[in-house]
């Protein structure tokens, strides 16, 4: 079984600032997807950034990047000139693919509050 | 387009009450997924299908709980008897099996209690 660990449950950063979440994760498998999710106070689950396995260059969208170290395990989410519309739980995902076709159920990390000052 | 709707938005029953949760996914998406999210656990799986067929249900907690598939377009999750344990946010997400990073699309949730 896989596991998620985001270890930090909570960080505080001012606007515009550069912020790193961290996460971990365990797994034997080789091929697999990583995902960052946030969930904002409305609780609506949103997806943010996603990274294969076997794609060696860290994902970028907009603000937010990836440095995801394979050997390592860890996949930390980094959120340049943070927003106050930043502020929500974000949330560690890892997927593997299914044997019988497209992909198992998302196992999640226990998230990270990230609160963004004004 | 329209998202994954989930309906009732809120549930609150008494303790011993059956609860039937529902879940519409995305049009032509084939995945569905049923996730729980409370405090003390977090975010967790508790069933999916593909086509329609339940693949894994070793999330689902108890005999209490039970998931249908009938069709493409609904699942329902169903406690009977509800316990205050099963209080929390159901999320039930759907995807389309041949895309590339099987991304899952998530709806609003249900927030459950039970008294």
């Known amino acids: 079984a896989q596991t998620v660990t985001q270890s930090q449950p909570e960080m505080s950063v001012q606007e515009a600032e550069t912020v790193t979440l961290s996460c971990t994760y365990d797994?034997?498998?080789?091929?697999?997807?990583l995902f960052w999710y946030k969930q904002p106070p409305s609780r609506q689950m949103i997806l943010v950034i996603r990274?294969?396995?076997?794609?060696?260059q860290n994902a970028t969208e907009n603000r937010f990047s990836v440095n995801f170290q394979k050997a390592a395990k860890s996949f930390s989410l980094k959120i340049s000139d943070s927003q106050l519309g930043d502020t929500a739980m974000y949330f560690c995902?890892?997927?593997?693919?299914?044997?019988?076709?497209?992909?198992?159920?998302?196992?999640f990390g226990k998230g990270t509050h990230l609160i963004i000052q004004p | 387009d329209a998202g994954v709707i989930q309906s009732p938005r809120h549930e609150v029953t008494e303790m011993g009450q059956e609860v039937t949760l529902r879940c519409k996914p995305i049009?032509?998406?084939?995945?569905l997924f049923w996730y729980r999210q409370t405090m003390m656990r977090g975010l967790e799986l508790l069933i999916y299908?593909?086509?329609?067929?339940?693949?894994?249900d070793s999330g689902m907690p108890e005999d209490r709980f039970s998931a249908k598939m009938p069709n493409a377009s609904f699942s329902t999750l169903k406690i009977q008897p509800s316990e205050p344990r099963d209080s929390a946010v159901y999320f039930c997400?759907?995807?389309?099996?041949?895309?590339?990073?099987?991304?899952?699309?998530f709806g609003p949730g249900t927030r459950l209690t039970v008294l």
């Open positions: 997400a759907s995807s389309l099996l041949s895309s590339a990073y099987n991304e899952q699309f």
């Open positions: 990274q294969e396995a076997y794609k060696q």
């Open positions: 299908f593909n086509n329609n067929v339940p693949i894994d």
């Open positions: 049009s032509g998406h084939n995945s």
């Open positions: 797994t034997s498998e080789n091929n697999y997807y």
């Open positions: 995902a890892f997927m593997k693919p299914s044997s019988g076709g497209g992909a198992d159920g998302l196992t």
